[in-house]
């Protein structure tokens, strides 16, 4: 691999064909815009943002289901901030505690386990969203959930799965050349994933950091791969088969599932749910598949698919702001808007 100046100076200078590459991971997302990354490229390099924000993937039926239980008596949702401000089809859980409901931001899912001791005769509800790579802490929830023999907590969940995501935007008819692979997801399913994914696709991957010069160098390798090829450029980290103590304490309690996204519909096995054996836990995740719209302007759909850049949206930093979001992907600090907006990043065409 070259040195930093010369992929900066391959990068600006390139003139060969037209390359288009995905970034799934959120946190891609934030570190390309923080560091001005699209920018550094020559204009036959384009840079799109896909389905890896786990808020901004989350369909609206789901928020109502949350809103609903919310405003039951004698229970509380708890959940992540970005959680708040979602709308579903009418209203966000910011919303409903201002009607009244009973709504809890916690910081990690263990922290519902003292709120369900210290009320005992009182149902709590824990929004479970998330890729790979948060639903090991999910899992470990329900273990302790047993272990403690606590009754009064539920999961309703919205657990999705990248390689099922990704071949769909892929066989949509989007332009991809390239797939910058999501980072913190390989940590959990090891690179030999996303290889499997790039002899199947015929489309080559690149596992990443999320440092500006580490992504540099995976868009670099990206525009010299071809075909199926892939590369682990974050071998600190990511190994072949990934972490196997957090995938067999998955698959403990979980089991794939069809599961609903923004803007992508149903997609067959692209989720988990709790195995039927611990279905006390559940909340009535598998009633949620409805993708209705707060506001028919809204392009999130097509932001997650990579259909449409957000600075393409007519309401992008117009009404839409993350003062006053109206779409989940403007609302969810991992959401490709948000850091449109905050960065002034551009599409890059």
């Known amino acids: 691999m070259p040195d930093i100046n010369e992929i900066k100076d391959y990068l600006r200078n390139y003139?060969?064909?037209?390359?288009?590459?995905?970034?799934?991971?959120?946190?891609?997302?934030?570190?390309?815009?923080?560091?001005?990354?699209a920018d550094m490229l020559s204009p036959k390099i384009r840079l799109i943002s896909g389905p890896g924000c786990p808020v901004c993937v989350t369909v609206a039926s789901y928020i109502d289901r949350l809103t609903e239980l919310s405003l039951t008596a004698d229970t509380t949702v708890v959940t992540f901030g970005d959680m708040l401000r979602v709308r579903g089809s009418e209203y966000s859980l910011r919303d409903a505690a201002a009607q009244g409901a009973s709504v809890r931001m916690i910081y990690s899912p263990f922290e519902i386990i003292k709120m369900a001791k210290e009320q005992p005769d009182k149902q709590f509800v824990f929004a479970a969203v998330g890729f790979e790579t948060t639903t090991p802490a999910y899992a470990l929830l329900v273990e302790q959930l047993i272990k403690d023999k606590i009754k009064n907590i539920r999961l309703l969940t919205a657990l999705k799965t990248m390689p099922e995501a990704i071949r769909t935007v892929y066989k949509s008819g989007t332009e991809i050349t390239g797939f910058l692979a999501p980072g913190h997801v390989s940590v959990i399913t090891g690179h030999s994933l996303f290889e499997k994914l790039a002899w199947e696709l015929n489309v080559p991957f690149v596992?990443?950091?999320?440092?500006?010069?580490?992504?540099?160098?995976?868009?670099?390798?990206l525009v010299?791969?071809?075909g199926g090829r892939s590369l682990n450029l974050y071998p600190s980290v990511v190994t072949y088969e990934g972490n196997a103590t957090a995938q067999e304490t998955v698959n403990r309690y979980f089991t794939p599932c069809d599961a609903a996204w923004r803007g992508m519909g149903i997609i067959k096995g692209s989720g988990m749910r709790l195995r039927d054996e611990y279905a006390e836990f559940d909340a009535g995740s598998h009633e949620l598949t409805q993708d209705k719209i707060f506001n028919g302007a809204c392009c999130c759909g097509d932001v997650i698919c990579g259909r449409k850049s957000p600075d393409e949206c007519p309401m992008?930093?117009?009404?839409?702001?993350?003062?006053t979001p109206q779409g989940a992907c403007m609302v969810s600090t991992e959401g490709s808007c948000f850091h449109y907006y905050i960065n002034g990043r551009k599409g890059n065409y």
């Open 15 to 37: 003139d060969g064909e037209k390359q288009v590459i995905m970034e799934v991971c959120g946190t891609h997302t934030a570190s390309i815009s923080e560091n001005g990354i």
């Open 316 to 323: 992008f930093g117009k009404s839409c702001t993350p003062d």
């Open 207 to 221: 596992t990443s950091g999320f440092r500006g010069a580490e992504l540099l160098a995976a868009v670099y390798a």
């Open 224 to 226: 010299k791969l071809s």
